[in-house]
């Protein structure tokens, strides 16, 4: 670790990473001194920084022999990174050739904590299009591929996720802010298989979004089709986008193992 710190890092979660790392390499549990040696540490340090993580859960100790291994929530985050990346690659020719039928920009988002996560996008060929930079967060509640997740939760979970975002922030005249509205909303988009965004982050850009399962039967992520509202209009996101988006979605969900029920 020496000589890798510069002033854009910080030098405690570059040290904890490397602990990481160490066990990961290892492929067996070590143990503190071993750790420490490995990671260029003092023995404080270590002890220090492995107490943190284990309380995080990314690391635990061996009771009989107090050696210390990688935790659960490794294999959490590893897992997520792992399906975010298999997401993307099964979703991609899906996403083209929406765009190629549809002519307008395609997205595929995730939720996390609350938010939506674009994870890919491929826009249209058109002038005026709608496209937001691959790795930018927005608010769920207002933008079809937050919608159509949310509306997967449970309700104990859609009501604790209202709950940590009250008051639900208005972007237009046509967000749903009101909590028992927003419910309503959950409910009728389950019930169709699509969630739309009509100008509530934006005006004047609406928006069609599917979610898409796992082998788990898990809503992992949506994929959306956006554009401005004089061309996606009433009839052209009944008629066409909706089936469009839904079989889309259908394909990718069962390259990923899903089976409807």
Not at 17 to 37: C, F, H, N, S, Y
Not at 45 to 63: E, V
Not at 125 to 141: D, E, Q, T
Request: contains cysteine; proline residues 3%.
């Amino acid at each position: 670790m020496k000589g890798s710190h510069d002033r854009h890092t910080v030098q405690s979660v570059e040290r904890a990473l490397k602990i990481l790392i160490v066990l990961a390499e290892a492929g067996t549990p070590l143990t503190l001194t071993q750790i420490r040696d490995k990671a260029d540490l003092n023995i404080s340090t270590a002890h220090r920084l492995l107490h943190t993580l284990m309380n995080d859960g990314f690391i635990n100790q061996d009771k009989d022999n107090g050696k210390y291994l990688l935790g659960l929530r490794t294999f959490e985050v590893g897992h997520a990174a792992l399906y975010s990346m298999d997401i993307r690659t099964t979703a991609r020719p899906f996403l083209q050739e929406l765009v190629d039928r549809c002519n307008e920009t395609t997205n595929l988002a995730i939720l996390d904590q609350g938010e939506v996560v674009y994870i890919d996008q491929i826009e249209s060929l058109n002038m005026i299009k709608i496209f937001a930079r691959v790795g930018s967060r927005g608010p769920a509640h207002c933008v079809g591929a937050g919608k159509a997740l949310l509306a997967q939760l449970s309700d104990r979970e859609l009501k604790l996720f209202i709950e940590q975002k009250a008051p639900l922030e208005r972007f237009t005249e046509f967000t749903i802010c009101d909590p028992e509205k927003l419910i309503a909303e959950m409910a009728k988009i389950r019930k169709h298989g699509y969630a739309l965004d009509n100008g509530e982050l934006e005006e004047g850009v609406r928006c069609v979004a599917v979610p898409v399962w796992d082998y788990e039967n898990k809503a992992i992520a949506a994929i959306s089709v956006s554009g401005p509202d004089t061309r996606l209009t009433d009839a052209f996101i009944l008629e066409r986008l909706i089936p469009e988006v839904m079989a889309a979605a259908d394909k990718i969900s069962e390259r990923l193992g899903h089976r409807k029920r």
